[in-house]
Every structure is written in C-alpha cells, then in structure tokens.
C-alpha cells in the first residue's frame, strides 16, 4: 500500500472533490485523517446527516474509492480509504488515450463509461447503449419519414440536439459491445467484482489466515515443516482469492476465442453489418458486476513509458522492436509488482522467472513496413566479436553490494571473462565476401580493397537490435536463451529512476550538481576533504553546491567523530548520495506542486465565476465567440490557457511519481 502523506492525503481529497464534488471529498477527507471508521464514527466526525452521510459513502463505494469490512455477520461495517485509486482519478486521460491506440475507439467508449460510473451491472451497461442505438434508430426512421438525407448535430434553443446517425455511433449493436466488453476482459483491463474486491489486503490475508488455521492447524504450527505448509497454503489461498476476479476471463479463454476473433477494432466497416465472430462471442450474465482494474493498465502504462525511454537511448526503430518484446512479455503480467508471498515459488524464495520470447515470434509480430535497417550501426566486420555479443545470461542478475577499494564497477566476473574471446569472430550473416583486386593484385596501386559488405537478412537486422538492447547500460533485454530473449524489469526500472532524478537534479542544481551526485553514486560516502581533487572544483564552489543540494534533499553528510569525545574540529563529515531518500523527497515535492495546481485552478475558477456561468449556458456552448462579448471571451480564452497549462504540469509530475513509486 501507498505511504500516505500529508501532501499525498490533500491530493487525493482535491481529486475526489475536483471529480465527484465536496460531499464525498468531505468524507473521504475525513478517513484519511481518522483511519478506519464505523458510519457512527464518521456521523460524529463529520457533522452530517445521517442521508448525505449514506450517499457520500455510497457513490465514495460505487467508484472503487472506499474500503469495507464486517468483523461479524451483524456487526458494524468499518470503512477505509482507497488512496490508490483516488490518485489514479489524474490517470484517468492517459488509461483512455492507451486504450484507444491499443483496442480502437469503441474499447475507449466503453472504458470511460465504466470510468464515469465506476463498477457497472452488465446489464446497466447494455440498456444505457440500447437506449443511445434507439434513438439514433428512431432518428434515422423520422428523417427517411421526412425525406431529410443528412443531419448535423446543432444544439437547439432549449438544449435539444439530433442524435447521431447509426453510421456514426461507435457501438453499433448489442452484439458488437458484447464483444468489446469480452476483448477488454481478455486483456485483464476489465475485472469482475467479488465479495472480496471491497476489503482491504491486509483484511484478505487475516480472513484466509484464520480460515488455514482452524482448517488444518487447529493445534498451532508446530515445527520447520508445518510452517512451511502452512506458508504454502497461505499463498494458495491469497492466490484463490485473487483469482476470483479473472474468472470471467478463464471462462472465456476455456471457449478458445481469443485465436478465432479477429481485430474487432480496425477497420470497421461504415456499412452498419457487425463481424460474423461477435456472434460468436458468450453472453456474458447480465448480473455480473464489472470495474476497471487499474493494476494492469498501470502495467500497460509502464510499458509506453519503458518504450519512451528505450525511443530516447536508440531511437524509434530499436524502440519499435522493443515495444513488441515488452508486450508479448507482459500480456498475461496482471501487476507491475509481485507479490513476495503470493508470486514466491520454490524454496530459495524466487520470484518467478519472466517469460522467454524467442526471435521469430517476436519476427511474426513485427509490421513488414517496419525497415529494420535503420538505427543499425556498420562497424568494420573485423572489430565485431559475436562471442562477447551473443553472450546468454540464464539468469536474472542479483543486486550487486558495494565493496570499498573496487577498482571499477563493472569489473567482469571470471565466468564473463572466460565467454569474451580475443578471437576475431563474426556472426554468419555478417562474415564479408572476400574478393581479390585487378589482375589479381590487392588493388590498383597494390592497397587492399575493402570486402563487400554483405546485407543482412530481416531476422539478422532483428537481431542486431535485439543486442544493442541487451549490451546497453540500461539493460533493457537479457539473451537468456540460445534464441530467446527476456526483460528483467529490476534493473531497467532501476535506471529509469536514476535517469528521472538526473532531470530533476540537473534542472535543480544545475550540471555541477549533478556531476556531483554521479561521482557519489560511483563512489560511495566520501570525505570533503577528498571531493576538490576528485570533482576539479574549488572548495569553496563545491561547499556552496552540496549545500545547496543538501537543502533540496539530493545529498546528505554524516559526522564521524574521531575521539569517544565528539569535537566539531576533530570529526570527518562524509557526504553521500542515498538514491531512497532523494526519491521520496522528490515525491513530496511533486505532491505538493500538484496540491498547488488544483488548488490554483480552483481560484481561477472562483474567479472567472460569471464567464463560466456564461459558457455553459445551452445556448452559448459552442458558440463562444459568437454570442459572447468581447472581454469576456478573451477572459475566457484566457483561463482555458491556463486550465491546460496546469493540466500539463499535473500530468507531468504524474509521470515522475509513476516513475519513481508505481513502476
């Protein structure tokens, strides 16, 4: 669960506010500061009636945004924050753009429907878009009826406007948002809702732990051995209850659909006839109760912004192809953080190994368009080793402590040594045609002609970017197989943070700070004393510079005492860069600059109160410039510019903290 902080606690609530209005902003305020609480303990805190109470609760519950639990049958109900999706409310922009490039315009429809009205009945959710194709139907019969060809969507004097035509509506049939529903379930973006979905982790793991031990251990645990059945039949049941809300999902797979329905999405025809395989998709029940899962669209967030950062190191191309490794790899990934004790196997307490993808199939699922030929280097093919490149590393790496006196931080090991050859070797596809000069001599003053390079065909080329990714100091991919490939996301997420809080350090304090902070991340805890000859800088510059960056939270100093006695005069003060601490200090900046944004929209607002009035008047939507005075309109040209400018900054800094603490 998240650290909430006081920044992190008046963000959430100004969402909430911002997205549902003060009633539930107020009550979820007030759990955050009280914690758990009954409906008579929130009744005193918050001064309301018992009615606005039940209904700040309930719409708080209907959006994913409360926790609940019942000690007893009859008892209580205690109810709980959900800070998690709250934040996720600034995500809500991001989710929808990457499911319309990912799934098309219908899937984004429907998801922010569900957005919208939070966990939806199936059934809810077919009648309102059955209400939308009726009337586009009744609309579309009227105009015939009349001998009217075309319509344009005009708003009338009391509001009223025509309905779309059938063409234009995104949905087309019940059948065809049958089958959207299916695909975002396929996905995992959709989850099923269970008696257990409303209660917390830590009530789930003390239910499932109660019921372990007066099943199987009524007598206690006892020993080396029952302890470890009994972990394992703790995961087993976390694992149980997590799988309730893919159980919709595993019914549809045990159909075999998923390989017969083609791209429901793309290239629809206009001709209003709905694909033969949505016909063939399960109805799904109508009293199934459906959500969003954010947990897997912040994977498929991470994975945009991994391709993004790949796009910065190598460019498009070796980007492309990373982005279609990085999807196969997480297709049936549901979270981007593990579970220690639900995800653990074997006794050595492993996460699971990442999947393996080989070469041609991430090859089939390359876009012929797609030249990959671009972005590839052509060095020399006598300096190419393909040993030292095509090294396999089976495993993951481990976390590598840091020994004092190293001489380098990347010393090869001896198994790494004894792979690298000095031999001058080459891969099969790469080895150059030797051809002799004129009549017969090297060349024609006796110099040598250099060898005709050889063109690599299409999986060479693939593979070639596939090297590049995995011998970059990021380590994006690992050869973990002759021909296989994997991402360890450890160590490329690592990197992502370090590059984020270079920007950040480097926009702060400038290059010097942040070639500071290098030298102590490759270093360690250095004396002050030992810095001006390292860094080539005066005393004094750098005693203002890491004093700067002290107060920013960039780096610290620790006092060592030389004596039992401490003396100021007699200490050493050591200065180091703790990557942890830097990161939170980022985060709670980064929340506060976001509390401020809202917090300045809402004066603007409060402000430009009459023009906004004005604006959303019926018969002036649309038509500001037109019906609006002159100072008016520009005042309201002026806050929209600022309403995107700190829309901008919000998504911004959303992106540093998803970077930094999600991811």
């Known amino acids: 669960m998240l650290q909430v902080t006081t920044s992190l606690a008046e963000l959430c609530s100004l969402l909430v506010d911002e997205t549902y209005g003060e009633l539930p902003s107020r009550i979820f305020s007030i759990l955050l500061k009280k914690g758990r609480s009954t409906a008579s303990q929130l009744k005193e805190y918050t001064a309301m009636p018992s009615r606005q109470l039940r209904h700040g609760l309930a719409v708080l519950q209907q959006h994913n945004l409360l926790y609940y639990h019942l000690d007893k049958p009859n008892g209580p109900a205690f109810y709980e924050a959900n800070v998690e999706h709250a934040y996720n409310l600034v995500r809500v922009g991001k989710i929808l753009e990457m499911v319309e490039s990912t799934f098309g315009a219908p899937a984004k429809d429907v998801m922010q429907n569900l957005l919208l009205s939070g966990q939806t009945r199936v059934a809810d959710l077919m009648a309102a878009y059955q209400e939308k194709i009726d009337r586009a139907n009744n609309a579309k019969a009227l105009d015939e009826e009349l001998g009217i060809t075309s319509l344009e969507d005009t708003d009338g004097v009391n509001g009223d406007s025509h309905p779309a035509k059938k063409s234009d509506l995104i949905i087309k049939s019940s ?128 994975s945009r912004r991994l391709v993004q950062f790949a796009s910065d190191v190598f460019g498009d191309i070796t980007s492309y192809v990373y982005g279609v490794l990085i999807k196969k790899i997480t297709k049936d990934m549901p979270r981007c953080r593990l579970d220690p004790l639900v995800d653990v196997q074997g006794e050595d307490d492993e996460v699971n190994e990442p999947l393996a993808v080989s070469t041609d199939e991430i090859l089939d699922s390359l876009k012929t368009s797609i030249d990959l030929s671009i972005g590839l280097g052509k060095p020399d093919w006598s300096k190419i080793s393909a040993a030292a490149t095509a090294r396999v590393v089976e495993h993951a790496p481990k976390k590598k402590l840091h020994i004092e006196g190293a001489t380098a931080v990347g010393d090869a090991s001896s198994d790494e040594g004894e792979d690298s050859s000095d031999e001058e070797e080459v891969d099969g596809d790469y080895k150059p045609a030797m051809t002799n000069g004129v009549n017969g001599v090297n060349g024609m003053n006796g110099t040598k ?215």
Request: glycine letters at 4%; one cysteine or more.
């Open 449 to 663: 002609v250099p060898p005709k390079e050889r063109k690599m065909d299409r999986r060479t080329q693939l593979r070639q970017h596939l090297f590049l990714l995995s011998e970059s100091p990021q380590s994006f991919v690992r050869h973990s197989g002759p021909d296989e490939w994997t991402i360890d996301f450890g160590p490329v997420l690592t990197a992502l943070r370090e590059s984020e809080l270079d920007a950040v350090i480097e926009e702060t304090c400038g290059t010097q700070g942040l070639r500071l902070v290098h030298i102590l991340r490759a270093n360690g805890k250095l004396d002050e004393k030992a810095l001006p000859n390292l860094v080539l800088m005066r005393k004094s510059d750098i005693q203002q510079k890491m004093l700067e960056m002290q107060r920013a939270g960039f780096v610290h100093v620790q006092e060592v005492p030389r004596e039992p006695k401490a003396d100021v005069k007699k200490s050493f003060f050591l200065w180091f860069c703790d990557v942890a601490m830097s990161k939170d200090q980022v985060l709670d900046t980064s929340y506060r600059a976001m509390v401020h944004c809202m917090q300045v929209l809402g004066t603007l607002r409060e402000q430009e109160k009459d023009v906004l009035s004005t604006s959303k008047r019926t018969d002036v939507r649309g038509r500001e410039q037109e019906l609006m005075r002159k100072e008016y309109f520009e005042r309201y040209s002026h806050f929209l510019k600022s309403e995107r400018m700190l829309f901008h900054q919000l998504m911004k800094a959303d992106e540093l903290i998803a970077a930094l603490r999600d991811y």
């Open 175 to 302: 059948a065809h948002l049958n089958s959207v529903i299916c695909r975002l379930i396929e996905a995992e973006l959709i989850d099923l809702c269970h008696a257990k979905t409303y209660e917390t982790y830590d009530d789930i793991y003390e239910t499932v732990e109660k019921e372990i031990t007066a099943t199987h251990f009524p007598g206690g645990v006892k020993g080396g051995k029952q302890k470890a059945d009994y972990q394992k039949k703790l995961a087993e049941g976390l694992r149980q209850v997590r799988g309730e809300s893919k159980s919709l999902k595993r019914k549809l797979e045990q159909n075999g659909l998923a390989s017969k329905r083609r791209k429901i999405f793309q290239d629809l025809d206009l001709n209003g006839g709905v694909k033969q395989e949505e016909d063939s998709d399960p109805v799904l029940d109508p009293r199934q109760v459906i959500r969003v899962n954010y947990e897997k669209c912040s994977v498929e967030l991470r």
